[in-house]
Structure formats: C-alpha cells, structure tokens
C-alpha cells in the first residue's frame, strides 16, 4: 500500500466523519479556541494595550487649565522574591530592592509619564541629591527642602509615588487542559490522530501609592493585578503499515512573558495616578466605545510580525501615502525618499527617537492605527499587481 498525501486527507476525511456519525466517546471532539492577549511581548517596542488610552488621557490634561504638580518618584520594589538572607533583613527596601521586577520600574513609570505628558503639567525632577532628601527617622522628606524645590519649579503641590510588586506565582495557579484523540487498526495496517489543547495562567501585582510629600500620608493606593497566559495547540497524524509507519506532528504556543506583564502593569499604574491627581477632568472619552480601541496596538504589533523586512518598508511607504507625507514610489527598498517622510513625521509629532532601518517597530505601529487596515491591504494588492 502506498502512502500518499491523498491517502492521509482521506483518513482525516474519514474520521472525522466518523466521530460525527458515531458521536462516540472516544476523544472525538470539536475544540473551539480563543485568546486575546493582554499585550504582545518584545523588547522594542515596547508598547500595550493601554498606550492609546494614555495618550488620548494625556491630550485632555495637556489642553487643561491645571498648574504644574512636582512629582516624587521613588523605586518600585519587588516584593515577591528576597534576594539576602532573611536575618539580614533590616527594612523590606533593603531585602527586596534588587530582585528581578526591580530593574527600572521607576524609569519605566517617569518615561510613560514624560511621554504622556507635558513638562509644564507634571514636572519630574532629572535627579535629586540623596543627602538633602533623604527621609528622617519617622520616613519624612525634609520639608523644607521639598519647599525649596516646589518654589525652584514653580509647581503647586509634591505628590510622592511609590510601588512594589506584590504576587509573582512561581508555578501556574490555574491550568487547563483539552484533548481529542481516535485510533483504527485493521489487516492493512493502523492509523491514530490526536489533537490536544492547553492553557495555563499566571499572576503578577503591583501596589501603587499617591502620597503627600509635606504630610507623609497616603492620599490614595490601589493594586493591579494582571494574569498572563500561556496557550499550547498541539496535533498529530500517525500511519503505519507492515513494518513502515510515518507521522506527522506541529505544536504552536502563545506565552505572555514577565516584561510585557511588567510593562502593561507599569502603564496601568500610570492610568490610575492620572485619574488620581486630575479628578477635575472628564476622561471618559477616553474610556467610551468609541475611544481609542484597547486592541489596535497588539493587531498593529501583529502585523508587524507578520511581515518579512521587506514588505514592512513597503507597507511603510504605503501607509506614509495614504497620510500624505510620501509621494514616491512604492516598492521594498529603504531610500531616501522614505527616510525624508519618517524625519519629517518625526518633527511634526515630537519623536524624541530617530528611526532608521533597524528600528522601525513602534513608527511602524503608529501609522499602522491611523490608516484603515482594509483600505491598506487592498492598496498593497494592487501594488504588487504592478510590479
């Protein structure tokens, strides 16, 4: 008996046919499927599902009236894992400073800040000298230091903020799993297909504090819990006749790792500080249905990953077309003309970052939710015809 690409789509054919006929209980089964994922995870760039509603909440304290608030930033700390003998432990500062989650929470929440927000709205001091600001023995900021400061940069209050990770589960808490599987045999020889599914999560918090830098008081804290996903599909075909036998196996798996939770808890803090500090203004634009949309990044993100070097420069090229700031020609190669449009977008919108060939993620992501994906796709179809 030979075994051909036919005979295989015909057994597939066959049991599922089978299953359905039959409805035995034998794993033959339907497994329907879906994730939506909190934030697609990389290291460049790094952006969430919360980026939009950030800069949109942005653009509304921005064109507000408030004056200036001086924020105090201190170090997020990483609460779940001492990193120096317990006995060693003289405050929970010092035993957990340096563990895994500590290495830029305050950077991150000062950047998301700084990139939200105007230098005029919300002041961030580049650095302060620890010996003039360093809290007394009841954990107070000198006050008349903090006064100093306010004065020096013309702010109206000093808020502190502080943060610490809560929860970091070192083995998922929740674990699911689905499987379906059918097997015949006969005097022509045997044949088995299995299909199994599987699903797990885990869950990582942060503790966020708004405080009064003149009281030494809490004025508001909350915490944010995130679950990140691990999503495994797996399936297999085996054949066997005589003594010959072939398979056939693919497994896909989705993992949310611990910078992009990190990341998206860092940017959900920075969500709440905001509506802490300007509860005068109406964010709830920003927050309706038809607000910046909470998936456009992570489809932009996927997108992205789903092009080769090429075609990203010419989807690029295209989406720089449809806003106008490109009128040469469309093709796979990174030119000068293309380098002109994203220096000219760059100023136009304040981007801080030059991109160049090997950096174009998060320029990439931008244009791709300010142009209309289908309207997009239709236009690099009728591309590629011409060439």
Known sequence: MLITQKTISWFIAWLITACLLTGAVSGCSNVNSSMSNITSETPHPALTNLTETLKCMGQAVNKGESKAILLLVDDFYDGTVPVVPESKILTGRYGRENGPL????????????????????IIIPYS??????????????????????????????????????????TSDYINKGDSSGAETKGSQGEAQLEYGLSKASRSLSLAVYLGDAFKNTVGAATTLTLNSYTESDKFSIGLG??????SFATQAKIKEG?????????EAAVLWALRGIYQQINFSSCFSADGPSPDATVSAYQKWLALDESERIKYLKLMFKELKQYSGKIDKNYDADLQMAITAYESEHDMLIPHTKSN????????????DPAKLEKMAKQNDSLL
Not at 107 to 112: G, L, M, N, R, T
Not at 241 to 246: A, D, N, R, V
């Open 241 to 246: 006749y005589g003594e010959g036998s072939m």
């Open 258 to 266: 611990l910078h992009g939770a990190q990341r998206t808890l860092v």
């Open 102 to 121: 500590a290495d830029g929470g305050k950077y991150d929440f000062e950047a998301i800040i700084r990139r939200t927000i105007s230098q005029k709205k």
């Open 128 to 169: 302060l000298p620890i010996g003039l600001i360093q809290e007394d023995k009841f954990g107070m900021l000198n006050p008349v230091y903090v006064r100093d400061l306010v004065k020096m940069y013309g702010a109206v209050a000093a808020i502190r903020v502080k943060g610490v990770y809560t929860q970091n589960d």
């Open 360 to 371: 174009l993620g998060d320029l990439f992501i931008q244009l791709y939710m300010k142009v």
